[in-house]
């Protein structure tokens, strides 16, 4: 799996300049990458082109070669508000995707079990989605895209509607997730706390010119503890490069 | 219960209009004014002869009838417009503005084109209730939530799979609701086709009543009409509602 971004460029119609501009980067195999920014840098942009939801002015997203023209299962999403379907059942909507691409009943049932028990909600498999926490829904929705098992997934601040805690939560079960699964994951968020707890390599992006401003390679060893000195040392140095960028 | 017991009152209070108003100061004349009494006694007679039963029969067939035509050509409408841009900018507002056209005024042409016959009658339904149809098929579309239609789509949904597994399911409490307006205009308008022409149903013995200057018998009729429109929507569109509603937890309790 390679994913790379090529000279990238969005701008949108009623702007001036370019929301983003000419970002290279590279995802490799089974990596973890992080992308911040302040808000309004195009965090949210970057992943929609990623994942063909919208087209770049110029540039190109590659996956393993080809050029991205649309979305794709092989490019799931998860997102901020969950996007789960509440006419069907937790369970349904983790074979939601697997539906659509024929797999086979028992291997539908199989594979969400697995993955509902790795997201911890096999018991509640089949209460109606607005029967369970925000937590749940995002830990559903995660167990949801798990199942695509994508070339690579990406997550559009899948934490940040959720209370402290629960956020807090989630993303330990995601990195534990990551550790048992090495699925390649392109993670945008707005908390430089989360980038470093989740990510191999955190990427800054600058509103101003809307350019890489830095890309920092994480090689605390994982699980990793938001407290130890070393964390919180390069979740500093971080937080003031995203701060220095900011308008 | 409690609304048996204000039916009651009503009734009576009208059995009293009618006592002091016609019988004790003449202040209304007897063929204008019907009667709770006069009424009953109208149902007796027009079920006895079965009259009654064949024409609230026929007229349920022909609305029936008349409202599926109605749906599949406003779905199909609906549909169109929804898909194509050039229609929705400019057929749109033509159908909006065909909706708020009375069905009564599409009987001259439906007299015209098929005859004093059922078919000009379910012609009158179908215009009646088509268009509105259209509209709301494509006003639940339009607001099917972006988010359920981005992640389909990036758990590799086909347009098909899209509008089937998707859209389709997404909108469906709002129509159902369309639907509900569908059938209450493929209703009403079943009565103006009706009245225009001679085969049995409600609204031919509501003007044979009128024709008989005998007021009790509209008043029947119009009683039967209204009581079928609610037995159909309090026993299909609002139970359909309802379950999907409670099945999506967007309804308060029960």
Redesign the interface.
């Known amino acids: 799996m390679s994913l790379i971004l090529q000279g990238l460029c969005k701008r949108f119609d009623n702007s001036e300049k370019d929301t983003l501009h000419e970002i290279d980067l590279e995802v490799k195999s089974g990596e973890f990458v992080c992308i911040v920014g302040a808000s309004g840098c195009g965090k949210s942009t970057l992943l929609n082109l990623v ?3 919208e087209r770049p002015t110029d540039g190109k997203v590659l996956l393993d070669g080809k050029e991205i023209t ?4 092989d ?3 998860m ?1 901020q ?1 969950h ?5 069907l059942s937790v369970a349904e909507n983790v074979k ?2 697997m ?3 024929g797999v086979s009943k028992e291997q539908q049932e199989q594979k969400a079990k697995h993955y509902l028990e790795m997201v911890n909600l096999w018991d509640y498999r089949d209460y ?4 369970v926490s925000g937590g749940m829904r995002q830990r559903t929705a995660l167990a ?1 895209s798990l199942t ?1 098992e994508s070339k690579v997934l ?1 997550m559009d601040e899948p934490f940040s509607a959720l209370d402290k805690q629960t956020s807090n939560r989630l993303r330990e079960e995601l990195q534990r997730i990551w550790m048992e699964t090495k699925q390649t994951i392109l993670f945008i968020t707005h908390s430089v706390e989360e980038a470093v707890y989740l990510a191999d390599r955190v990427v800054v992006l600058s509103p101003n010119t809307g350019k890489v401003a830095e890309v920092v390679t994480v090689e605390l060893k994982r699980p990793r503890h938001v407290y130890a000195p070393e964390f919180v040392e390069l979740r500093h140095k971080i937080l003031e490069e995203v701060r220095g960028e900011a308008v | 219960m409690g609304f048996l017991l204000f039916l009651v009152i009503l009734v009576a209070a009208w059995q009293g209009c009618y006592w002091i108003g016609v019988d004790l100061l003449g202040l209304w004349k007897p063929y204008a004014m019907p009667s709770p009494v006069g009424v009953a006694q109208s149902f007796l007679q027009l079920c006895e002869d079965g009259e009654l039963f064949q024409a609230t029969a026929n007229s349920l067939l022909r609305g029936i009838s008349g409202y599926v035509i109605a749906v599949i050509i406003g779905v199909i409408l609906g549909l169109l417009i929804n898909r194509s841009r050039y229609l929705q900018k400019n057929l749109k507002p033509l159908v909006l503005g065909i909706q708020t056209l009375p069905s009564v005024c599409w009987v001259p042409f439906s007299i015209l084109w098929f005859g004093l016959s059922t078919q000009a009658i379910l012609f009158v339904v179908v215009m009646g209730a088509a268009f509105s149809i259209a509209i709301s098929v494509d006003n639940a579309i339009k607001n099917v939530q972006p988010i359920y239609t981005k992640a389909a789509l990036t758990l590799g949904a086909t347009k098909k799979q899209l509008y089937l597994y998707v859209i389709l399911p997404a909108c469906l409490p709002e129509l159902v609701t369309g639907m509900k307006q569908g059938w209450s205009f493929a209703w009403r308008a079943l009565m103006a086709g009706e009245v225009m022409t001679t085969s049995i149903g409600l609204g031919q013995t509501l003007i044979m009543g009128r024709d008989l200057a005998d007021i009790n018998q509209v008043m029947l009729v119009m009683l039967v009409i209204v009581l079928v429109g609610i037995i159909i929507d309090k026993c299909i569109f609002s139970i359909a509602e309802q379950r999907i509603l409670k099945k999506r937890g967007l309804t308060g309790g029960n």
Do not use: D
């Open positions: 994942a063909g939801l649309g979305p794709g299962s490019r799931t999403v997102f508000e996007g789960l379907f509440p006419w939601f995707g539906k659509l691409a109606p989605i607005h029967q949801r695509m990406l």
